[in-house]
């Protein structure tokens, strides 16, 4: 089995910086596009940015210009700094990654998701 686990959320004031963290763990033979995705109150999941493991990224419009993905390969981990933070990023974060894994049976590859972490920004 896979396990993604996220940290760094927390409470910021609007105009400040977080780092958002995602360590992949478990019977893990590659791993190819990572990134991250928020979900609001009352709103759908969506895209934030993503990153394949030769480095080429894709940003929301929301995110463009002011968060930065990164991936340590090495660390099976990927990063999401984020600056200039508003009230409308506010969500909870969820690392996703595509991994190829062992399983009991087979070796196959599947999305996998973290259990999120909660971001909030005061105005």
């Known amino acids: 089995q896979v396990q993604l686990v996220e940290s760094g959320g927390g409470l910021v004031q609007a105009g400040g910086s977080l780092r958002l963290s995602c360590v992949a763990s478990g019977s893990i033979l590659a791993i190819y596009d990572m990134g991250w995705y928020r979900q609001a109150p009352g709103k759908q999941r969506e895209l934030v940015a993503t990153?394949?493991?030769?480095?080429?990224?894709n940003y929301a419009d929301s995110a463009k210009g002011r968060f930065l993905i990164s991936r340590d390969n090495a660390k099976n981990m990927v990063f999401l700094q984020m600056n200039s933070l508003k009230p409308e990023d506010t969500a909870v974060y969820y690392c996703n990654a595509g991994v190829l894994a062992v399983t009991p049976s087979i070796v196959a590859k599947n999305d996998y998701w973290g259990q999120g972490t909660q971001v909030t920004v005061s105005s």
């Open positions: 990153i394949a493991n030769d480095g080429t990224t």
